[in-house]
């Protein structure tokens, strides 16, 4: 069975600061992870995937994350955050890539950027 | 492209009437579509998995004659909720599954069920 720990429920950050979302998982079989942003009133939009290969992915909107097999995480990166960053992020693990398989998603962590 | 719309975004039903749930594909087609339900300040939790032409598959602890699930065409999937009751009450998503181009699910903004 898998799971998905999102440690931080809520991450407050001052605008242009860096940020990380902290995501853990624990899987029996090989494991694919993903990060989805959910802005309000919208629905989930992914941010990246990690499927095979670099352990950096570089996602869209300046996002970046770091799979680390021995610690089992897949931790969410910003050098510099915006306003616009305000959302509800989500990590998720499917053991069949490219999300062809229901996803187990964490609690989720909603990111406030502060002026 | 790949835009996953949800109809209605928002309904309130009586205890004991059924509504249901339309999921669209609106530019791709998708042979499997996703349900999730979403409780306030929580996760998503995966429901069923809808395939095209054959019956879903339910997650444990789904009830399936109670969220029938409706995967008629490669564009639409259709959850009802059947005797609604005020603990239905919750925010369902849906998504498809891509396997052209970018393979990846793509999410339905959601719609809010308020059973009274």
């Known amino acids: 069975a898998q799971s998905v720990t999102q440690l931080d429920s809520q991450v407050p950050v001052f605008e242009e600061a860096p940020v990380e979302l902290r995501c853990n998982y624990s899987?029996?079989?090989?494991?694919?992870l993903f990060w989805y942003v959910q802005y309000p009133n919208q629905g989930l939009q992914l941010l990246l995937k990690?499927?095979?290969?670099?352990?950096l992915v570089k996602g869209i909107n300046g996002f970046e994350a770091e799979f680390n097999k021995s610690q089992t995480s897949f931790h969410l990166r910003k050098p510099s955050v915006h306003i616009s960053d305000t959302a509800e992020y989500f990590c998720?693990?499917?053991?069949?890539?490219?999300?062809?398989?229901?996803?187990?998603f964490g609690k989720g962590t909603h990111l406030i950027i502060q002026p | 492209g790949a835009v996953v719309s949800q109809h209605p975004s928002w309904v309130i039903c009586k205890s004991g009437t059924s509504v249901k749930i339309e999921c669209r594909s609106l530019?791709?087609?998708?042979?499997?579509m996703f349900w999730y339900r979403q409780f306030p300040k929580q996760s998503l939790m995966l429901m069923a998995t809808?395939?095209?032409?054959?019956?879903?598959?339910?997650e444990q602890g789904v009830e399936k004659d109670k969220f029938l699930i409706n995967h008629a065409s490669l564009t639409l999937s259709t959850l009802t909720v059947t005797s609604a009751h005020p603990e239905d009450s919750s925010f369902y998503i849906c998504?498809?599954?891509?396997?052209?181009?970018?393979?990846?699910?793509?999410f339905g903004p959601g719609t809010r069920l308020t059973v009274t």
């Open positions: 990690y499927l095979s290969g670099s352990t």
């Open positions: 530019d791709f087609q998708a042979t499997t």
């Open positions: 998720a693990v499917s053991d069949k890539g490219g999300g062809a398989d229901g996803l187990t």
């Open positions: 998504s498809a599954f891509r396997t052209s181009g970018s393979s990846e699910q793509y």
């Open positions: 899987s029996s079989v090989s494991v694919y």
């Open positions: 809808s395939n095209e032409g054959s019956k879903a598959t339910y």
